[in-house]
């Protein structure tokens, strides 16, 4: 993805909205994406947020919790260190306050079934979906841990498999999406959501890596390592590698993203 486009930038932002909004510790993460470079307070970005909230709570109210989050945000939002013109300074205080004002008037509401629609879009299967759906309700709080999972692996996906983060620091982040699941479902649904994804030589030159990494753990884990790969099987891995649905998952990416690459 070209972070210079809109569009690109756009959906980049959305997805960092999103994984704001479901964080258990909100100033961990904003200091982890100042460090990062991620510019979440312009004001386009404050945009997005009033446009989110204006669509979450038309009929609805948000979960407290993501709720008290977005307020967390605005107190960061609302005033910047950087120089801005007097009519930049009185939009933000404006875009600030329309969010403020959507949050309270929707507080009689019912309650916007965010965790439930969110895992609703990451198991097409329908069977599946609904086997989620009631785990989430009976178990709320395993619904909210799901969705904060693949939330945020959306958000640290287009950071990571985009020119944003340098060749040789991307296994940093990467390691991280080793034997994975969550990381395979989020490629996999974000492909489905924007095939642009599929036209970028570094989005799947990336997941490539991470899939033949897959690949030389399994070879290791069978008995046939592989010399030149450059990482290794770590105590608690065996259950990854007995998982059938994650290799499952896995293969389907693979399948999909090695057309990819033949089709381009």
């Given at each position: 993805?070209?972070y210079?486009?809109?569009k690109?930038?756009t959906?980049?932002?959305?997805?960092?909205?999103?994984?704001?909004m479901?964080?258990?510790?909100?100033?961990?993460?904003?200091?982890?994406?100042?460090?990062?470079?991620?510019?979440y307070t312009?004001l386009?970005?404050?945009e997005?947020?009033?446009?989110?909230?204006?669509?979450?709570?038309?009929?609805?109210?948000?979960?407290?919790?993501?709720?008290?989050?977005?307020f967390?945000?605005?107190?960061?939002?609302?005033?910047?260190?950087?120089?801005?013109?007097?009519?930049?300074h009185?939009?933000r205080?404006?875009?600030?306050?329309d969010?403020?004002?959507?949050?309270h008037?929707?507080?009689?509401?019912?309650?916007y079934?965010f965790?439930?629609?969110?895992?609703?879009?990451?198991?097409?299967?329908?069977?599946?979906?609904?086997?989620?759906?009631?785990?989430?309700?009976?178990?709320?709080?395993?619904?909210?841990?799901?969705?904060?999972?693949?939330?945020?692996?959306?958000?640290?996906?287009?950071?990571?498999?985009?020119?944003?983060?340098?060749?040789?620091?991307?296994?940093?982040?990467?390691?991280?999406?080793?034997?994975?699941?969550?990381?395979?479902m989020?490629?996999?649904?974000?492909?489905?959501?924007?095939?642009e994804?599929?036209?970028?030589?570094?989005f799947?030159?990336?997941?490539?890596?991470?899939?033949?990494?897959?690949?030389a753990?399994?070879?290791?884990?069978q008995?046939?390592?592989n010399?030149?790969?450059d990482?290794?099987l770590?105590p608690?891995?065996?259950?990854?590698?007995?998982?059938?649905?994650?290799?499952?998952?896995?293969n389907?990416?693979?399948?999909?993203?090695n057309?990819?690459?033949?089709?381009?």
């Open positions: 993805m070209n210079d486009n809109e690109d930038c959906i980049f932002y959305l997805k960092f909205i999103q994984a704001m479901c964080q258990t510790d909100l100033d961990d993460f904003l200091k982890e994406a100042d460090e990062l470079g991620i510019h312009s386009p970005v404050l997005m947020m009033r446009d989110l909230v204006k669509a979450y709570s038309n009929g609805y109210s948000l979960p407290k919790e993501i709720k008290d989050n977005i967390s945000y605005l107190q960061r939002a609302r005033y910047v260190q950087e120089e801005e013109s007097l009519e930049n009185a939009k205080f404006s875009l600030c306050n969010i403020i004002r959507v949050l008037d929707s507080m009689r509401s019912p309650e079934p965790y439930v629609s969110f895992i609703r879009r990451f198991y097409p299967n329908p069977i599946k979906s609904l086997i989620m759906q009631l785990r989430s309700i009976t178990d709320p709080e395993e619904g909210k841990e799901i969705v904060r999972t693949f939330a945020a692996t959306e958000y640290y996906i287009l950071y990571s498999h985009s020119s944003l983060l340098a060749d040789e620091e991307f296994m940093g982040v990467g390691a991280n999406f080793l034997l994975n699941g969550a990381y395979l989020c490629i996999e649904n974000l492909l489905k959501q924007y095939p994804l599929g036209e970028s030589p570094l799947l030159e990336r997941t490539s890596k991470i899939l033949d990494y897959n690949d753990l399994m070879d290791e884990y008995g046939k390592p010399s030149d790969a990482c290794t770590e608690g891995d065996e259950e990854d590698m007995q998982d059938k649905n994650l290799w499952k998952e896995h389907k990416v693979k399948k999909k993203v057309q990819l690459k033949k089709d381009s």
